[in-house]
């Protein structure tokens, strides 16, 4: 099956810096989407991007398809960014693989 | 619209015993997932529901059972629980976009099997 691997496990970044974190995925996908785990576990939505670019806030991601890479970026990072980000990949049909994710910590 | 609503949010088992984990959506989605997180990992499918009347396993089906009520819910069952299934389990409603979908998470089950 398709494999997903995002990088860096971990991240430690003083606030106001800047960072990309990478999902590489192994085959095809006709669906990607980056979500944050808030420390208190909950899951939200940041991007859904099976291609393309897209920005919101400080916050953009780029996926080029055709490479088998996505791209979020964090600009200005605040504490509140703090929290595992999931890249989840889907090859057609409904079953969606995940990531082991990228763990942010940002310094005050 | 609450989104998509989990109950409970915390549960203690003894080895053997049973329990239903309830899922409940309002955004008229058709299709719901289940999953589980162990710690320090992703999240790991268990099965899925295409539409209301179907159900199929994902990836670590084994030990759960599950339920498309009607369209807004969909519950997970563990028949004999094992401390194997201790996890944290996210429901996930679908928004079908063309031949691609977007999933919304609710708030997630932290379960314990002792």
């Known amino acids: 099956g398709i494999q997903v691997e995002q990088s860096p496990p971990d991240l430690i970044l003083q606030e106001g810096a800047n960072s990309t974190l990478r999902c590489n995925f192994s085959?095809?996908?006709?669906?990607l989407q980056w979500f944050h785990q808030n420390p208190w576990g909950q899951l939200i939505n940041l991007f859904y991007?099976?291609?393309g670019t897209k920005q919101n806030g400080r916050l953009s991601a780029t996926t080029v398809a055709t490479e088998r890479y996505s791209l979020l970026y964090i600009s200005s990072s605040q504490t509140t960014d703090s929290g595992v980000y999931f890249c989840?990949?889907?090859?057609?049909?409904?079953?969606?693989?995940f990531g082991a994710g990228t763990r942010l910590f940002v310094k005050a | 619209n609450a989104g998509v609503t989990q109950t409970p949010k915390f549960q203690v088992l003894k080895t053997g015993q049973s329990m239903t984990l309830q899922c409940a959506q309002d955004m008229n989605h058709n299709s719901m997932y289940w999953y589980r997180q162990d710690p320090g990992m992703g999240l790991r499918l268990i099965y899925y529901?295409?539409?209301?009347?179907?159900?199929d396993k994902g990836e670590v089906p084994n030990g759960y059972n599950v339920s498309r009520l009607n369209k807004r819910e969909f519950s997970l069952r563990l028949e004999s629980a094992a401390p194997s299934q201790t996890s944290v389990y996210f429901c996930a409603s679908i928004r079908l976009a063309g031949s691609s979908y977007e999933q919304y998470f609710g708030p997630g089950t932290r379960l314990t099997v002792t």
């Open positions: 085959d095809s996908v006709n669906n």
């Open positions: 529901s295409a539409s209301e009347g179907t159900t």
């Open positions: 991007i099976p291609s």
């Open positions: 989840a990949v889907g090859t057609g049909g409904f079953k969606t693989i």
